[in-house]
Structures are given as structure tokens and as C-alpha cells.
Nanobody, 116 residues
Framework: QEQLVESGGGLVQPGGSLTLSCAASGSITTFNYMNWYRQAPGKQRESVATIQRSGTTGYAAAVKGRFTVSRDNAKNTVYLQMTNLKPGDTADYYC??????????WGKGILVTVSS
């Protein structure tokens, strides 16, 4: 059973930056997709960014150009660097890893609040 732990969330002012980390208990090189999702109050969970095992990345239109997903295989960690944050980015952020057999593992989530 893979364990995922997010960290790096908190309160930031509009225009500020945060970097989220998702530490996996096992090797992330075995996963096909490493994803970040977010869920704002009263809204559905939405995909934010994805990095494939090949290194290919993808982003939601709302965050493209502001967020960057990356990974460090040696540390079994996936990152989400967020810049120029807006109040609309306020949400619980979750990492989700997908195995080669399409099994998904979710972290418990971490809160990001963008407010002055």
C-alpha cells in the first residue's frame, strides 16, 4: 500500500509563491502518472497538473504558465511549484499517483489559502 504525504501548504498573499511536495513511501519510478488535484470549497475536485513517467507534463488552463510540476526520483517526491497565486487558487491540494495497472493512490491533501 503506497503512502503519500503532502507538505508545503499554508497562507500566502496574492501574487506570492508556494511549493508543494508529495513524498511517496515507495519508488515513484513505478508509477505511470503523478498528478496534482485541488478542491475548492463547494466545488468538484479538479486536475491541476500531471507529470508522466516519461517526463511529459500537462496543466489545467487556469494554472498554465504559473504552476510547474516536477519530480525527484531519488527522493521519491513530486513537487508543484506555484507562482503568481490568486485567491481563486485557494483549495485543498492532493497528489495522486497512478500505477502501471491503473491503480490510484491519493494523499490526504493539504490546504493552500491565498488571501491578503
Amino acid at each position: 500500500q503506497e503512502q503519500l504525504v503532502e507538505s508545503g501548504g499554508g497562507l500566502v498573499q496574492p501574487g506570492g509563491s508556494l511549493t508543494l511536495s508529495c513524498a511517496a513511501s515507495g519508488s515513484i519510478t513505478t508509477f505511470n502518472y503523478m498528478n496534482w488535484y485541488r478542491q475548492a470549497p463547494g466545488k468538484q475536485r479538479e486536475s491541476v497538473a500531471t507529470i508522466q513517467r516519461s517526463g511529459t507534463t500537462g496543466y489545467a488552463a487556469a494554472v498554465k504558465g504559473r504552476f510547474t510540476v516536477s519530480r525527484d526520483n531519488a527522493k521519491n517526491t513530486v513537487y508543484l511549484q506555484m507562482t503568481n497565486l490568486k485567491p481563486g487558487d485557494t483549495a485543498d491540494y492532493y497528489c495522486m499517483l497512478t500505477t502501471t495497472s491503473l491503480l490510484n493512490y491519493w494523499g490526504k491533501g493539504i490546504l493552500v489559502t491565498v488571501s491578503s
